[in-house]
């Protein structure tokens, strides 16, 4: 009896061995490929949420990259909590810490999760222009953080008031870029290239190249 091929896409944990591509594993390929992660996606009900976001399509892309910067914005929020509230840094300060802490798992995630491309990363086509736009990023809720963090000061408010003041405009700013960003990567830095075009869900981790 012949046997119907089944879909697959970059939404599901890619199979792809590291050295196949002659990458390295990091620390995002071995959360990926943990046994709790594949757990996770092995789930009917994960796997049927993720139904929209499968293939490479732009709808799938944007959907999958919507994903990556919720984890993005989840780990630089929470560094911009901690360093504002807790070490009583200043919004500017917290801010960069904050970028500088989810920046590489977006690009892992985008990059390999998003957009499906394995084999090594290209330093000018890839990595520098995402960087780039990652510090225009930064500038921008640079500009919106220490306004918020002034006004904070100007008005007595301190503690957990002011780190939420810092955090809301950090999060505006990002925003604003926010579907630049999409169209920018998905037409300019990862249009070409070679794809991952069959990754399965519960595989062993996404390969790791740079």
């Known amino acids: 009896m012949a046997t119907t091929p089944v879909e697959r896409g970059p939404s599901?944990?890619?199979?792809?061995?590291?050295?196949?591509?002659?990458?390295?594993?990091?620390?995002?390929?071995?959360?990926?490929?943990?046994?709790?992660?594949?757990?996770?996606?092995?789930?009917p009900l994960v796997s049927r949420a993720l139904a929209p976001a499968r293939g490479m399509g732009s709808l799938a892309k944007f959907l999958r990259y919507s994903?990556?910067?919720?984890?993005?914005?989840?780990?630089?929020?929470?560094?911009?909590?901690?360093?504002a509230w807790l070490f009583h840094l200043s919004g500017v300060a917290s801010n960069a810490l904050g970028a500088a802490a989810?920046?590489?798992?977006?690009?892992?995630?985008?990059?390999?999760?998003?957009?499906?491309?394995?084999?090594?990363?290209?330093?000018?086509?890839?990595?520098?222009?995402f960087w780039s736009l990652t510090l225009a990023g930064l500038a921008a809720s640079t500009?919106?953080?220490?306004i918020a963090d002034h006004l904070a000061k100007s008005n007595h408010v301190v503690g957990l008031d002011r780190a939420l003041a810092i955090m809301g405009a950090s999060l505006f700013a990002w925003g604003v870029v926010w579907v630049i960003k999409f169209v920018i990567f998905n037409r300019l830095v990862f249009a070409s290239g070679h794809t991952e075009?069959?990754?399965?869900?519960?595989?062993?981790?996404?390969?790791?190249?740079?």
């Open 67 to 83: 994903m990556v910067s919720v984890v993005a914005v989840g780990i630089s929020e929470l560094v911009i909590l901690v360093c």
């Open 102 to 129: 989810s920046t590489p798992a977006a690009f892992e995630l985008n990059r390999k999760w998003a957009w499906g491309k394995t084999g090594k990363s290209h330093m000018w086509k890839e990595v520098v222009p």
């Open 143 to 146: 500009v919106t953080v220490d």
């Open 12 to 43: 599901d944990p890619v199979t792809t061995s590291p050295s196949r591509h002659g990458g390295r594993v990091t620390t995002i390929d071995r959360l990926v490929g943990s046994r709790p992660a594949r757990r996770f996606f092995a789930n």
């Open 197 to 210: 075009a069959a990754p399965q869900p519960g595989g062993t981790g996404m390969a790791a190249h740079h």
